[in-house]
């Protein structure tokens, strides 16, 4: 099952690709900062786990910049497929520093294995299926990923302070949110409106990280 969509206006694609560059220029920002405080403040975990959660980051709004930038028909559904794909891998190194940092206990690389096996399974599926429309099974899957969360909830918010936590869960309301407008297609812009609700949950995941596995709060 999949949702049918319309082909992007000019505008709206001019939209779509102004949304992520905004989104790279802020993960490489993001990136330096989090990896230089960490040299100062933290340890190599830290800075390995960080630098994973930036190069997701910059991987996901680069490969939604150049799908949205590209004319080429042919090279618009490959770069279609490496959007999506990215999008598992933005949530699984969203995940990292947490497990790997704040909680790091056998329960989190549980978590861990689990979050980066599914990305790898998204990632099968999305090579493998056909290019056309948006796949149910491939938002479900999203969303399964971002809320597996709650598993370690209780774990984890003892772990990271209330700061964390209110950015932690308005990153997660941000993304799921935007999911509507993902999925409503037909409605002008909604796509752009997506990238914005996608740049601030990753806003505020990039908070929640820093508030809690560098400079503690």
């Known amino acids: 099952m999949q949702t049918q969509c319309r082909p992007y206006t000019i505008k709206e ?4 690709t102004i949304t992520h ?3 790279m220029l802020f993960s490489v920002c993001a990136l330096c900062v989090l990896v230089i405080l960490s ?3 933290a340890d190599s975990w830290s ?6 959660f930036g190069a997701s980051m910059f991987g996901v709004f680069t490969a939604s910049t150049l799908y949205h930038a590209v004319q080429s028909q042919r090279t618009k559904s490959m770069l279609k497929k490496l959007d999506h794909i990215a999008i598992y891998y933005l949530i699984a190194g969203s995940y990292t520093p947490f497990m790997l940092v ?6 989190s690389w549980w978590i861990f294995g689990i979050i ?3 990305a790898l399974i998204g990632t099968l599926l999305k090579i493998f299926s056909k290019p056309s429309g948006t796949k149910i099974w491939s938002i479900g899957l999203y969303l399964i990923m971002g809320w597996l969360v709650v598993v370690v909830s209780g774990k984890l918010f003892t772990t990271i302070s209330a700061t964390s936590i209110i950015f932690l869960v308005l990153g997660g309301l941000f993304y799921s949110g935007g999911v509507i407008f993902y999925i409503k297609k037909n409605l002008m812009y ?3 409106i997506w990238h914005v609700f996608v740049l601030l949950g990753t806003v505020m995941h990039f ?6 596995c560098v400079v503690k709060v």
Not at 13 to 16: F, H, L, Q, R
Not at 47 to 52: D, G, K, N, R, T
């Open 21 to 23: 560059i905004v989104g």
């Open 207 to 212: 908070f929640a990280i820093l508030f809690s």
């Open 13 to 16: 694609e001019i939209c779509n």
């Open 102 to 107: 704040a909680m790091r206990s056998s329960l």
């Open 47 to 52: 800075i390995v786990s960080c630098s994973i």
């Open 190 to 192: 909604s796509h752009a």
């Open 39 to 41: 040299c100062f403040y």
């Open 116 to 118: 980066w096996g599914l």
